[in-house]
């Protein structure tokens, strides 16, 4: 069986020293080890930013897709090869700007795959513009008189969009985020993951400290039940989103794979449309 050791290759990872991304990756490496893979097991598929590099600092599948779109690559590598564990990943302005629609329907269709957002709140590899996730007030080169918008709630969205896993974590939480990782590839279905991951270079404001601060870990929260859909939206809702752990997981519900006839059996190749030839022709 796989060490974490063997996940990694000898590439040096260009991240500014103490950018968050450092502990994801390590938490990806660790998980995919815990839960048993081999390199050959895994795939990594990322969009555009700092974040994208990630695909390419792990000993497994990789690829380095384009911005907003590691999503739709994903669920086709996935769905090309059932046997592969698919790990998508990207920053805040790559999967809620330019790749938020990919992200809700991704999270609706419930391919079998897991999603990991470093979430920094700016634009780091383009030197610090305000992302979706930016806060109300927050000054950047692109909005020097503070940002007028207000901030995206991606764990909202998703549990409105019918996700049926759903967590965050800090990158300095390695412990919580590698079981939340685990957890994630573990459930059969789409696992959306976002992750506070400090830019320590562009964004002055949301720093660790602040995080630390502001941070509400669910496990101090007693009674608190992942499966209940309403009690996981108003505590996002009471908290402004800052809680961490498994907020929302739905094991009922079919993963994507598991609604197309014959999937789970035969090369897809070699199977019938879900649907009839004279089904097919009536349409
Ligand atoms: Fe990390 Fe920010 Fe540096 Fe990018 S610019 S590597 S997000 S610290
Ligand atoms: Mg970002």
């Given at each position: 069986m796989a060490t974490f050791k063997e996940f990694r290759n000898n590439v040096k990872p260009n991240w500014c020293p103490g950018c968050g991304d450092f502990s994801i990756q390590a938490a990806i490496q660790r998980a995919a080890a815990n839960v048993g893979l081999e390199?050959?097991?895994?795939?990594?598929?990322?969009?555009?930013?700092?974040?994208?590099?990630i695909s390419g600092y792990i000993n497994a599948y990789g690829l380095h897709g384009?911005?907003?779109?590691?999503?739709?690559?994903?669920?086709?590598?996935?769905?090309?090869?059932?046997?592969?564990?698919?790990?998508?990943?990207?920053?805040?302005?790559?999967?809620?700007?330019?790749?938020?629609?990919?992200?809700?329907?991704?999270?609706?269709?419930?391919?079998?795959?897991?999603?990991?957002?470093?979430?920094?709140?700016?634009?780091?590899?383009?030197?610090?513009?305000?992302?979706p996730?930016?806060?109300?007030?927050?000054?950047?080169?692109?909005?020097?008189e503070g940002s007028i918008e207000s901030t995206l709630a991606p764990l909202e969205i998703a549990l409105s969009a019918g996700a049926t896993f759903v967590a965050q974590s800090f990158s300095s939480d390695l412990k919580q985020l590698t079981?939340?990782?685990?957890?994630?590839?573990?459930?059969e279905g789409f696992s959306f993951i976002n992750v506070f991951s400090p830019c320590v270079t562009f964004n002055k404001v949301n720093t660790y400290d602040w995080f630390k601060e502001n941070i509400i870990?669910?496990?101090?929260?007693?009674?608190?039940?992942?499966?209940?859909?309403?009690?996981?939206?108003?505590?996002?809702?009471e908290t402004g989103s800052m809680i961490t752990g498994l907020i929302y997981q739905n094991k009922?519900?079919?993963?994507?794979?598991?609604?197309?006839?014959?999937?789970?059996?035969?090369?897809?190749?070699?199977?019938?449309?879900?649907?009839?030839?004279?089904?097919?022709?009536?349409?």
């Open positions: 390199p050959d097991g895994l795939a990594v598929i990322s969009g555009i930013g700092c974040s994208g590099r384009i911005h907003g779109r590691s999503l739709p690559i994903a669920q086709g590598v996935k769905l090309a090869n059932r046997d592969l564990t698919v790990i998508a990943s990207g920053g805040d302005g790559d999967g809620f700007a330019i790749g938020m629609g990919h992200t809700i329907h991704a999270i609706r269709r419930n391919v079998n795959i897991t999603y990991i957002v470093m979430d920094n709140q700016i634009y780091g590899l383009t030197k610090g513009q305000t992302s996730r930016s806060g109300e007030g927050f000054k950047t080169k692109s909005t020097p079981s939340l990782i685990e957890q994630g590839i573990q459930h870990n669910l496990d101090t929260i007693p009674d608190y039940d992942p499966t209940n859909r309403l009690g996981a939206m108003t505590k996002l809702m009922e519900r079919k993963c994507y794979e598991d609604l197309i006839h014959g999937f789970r059996q035969e090369p897809l190749a070699s199977q019938p449309l879900a649907l009839s030839e004279s089904e097919f022709d009536n349409l």
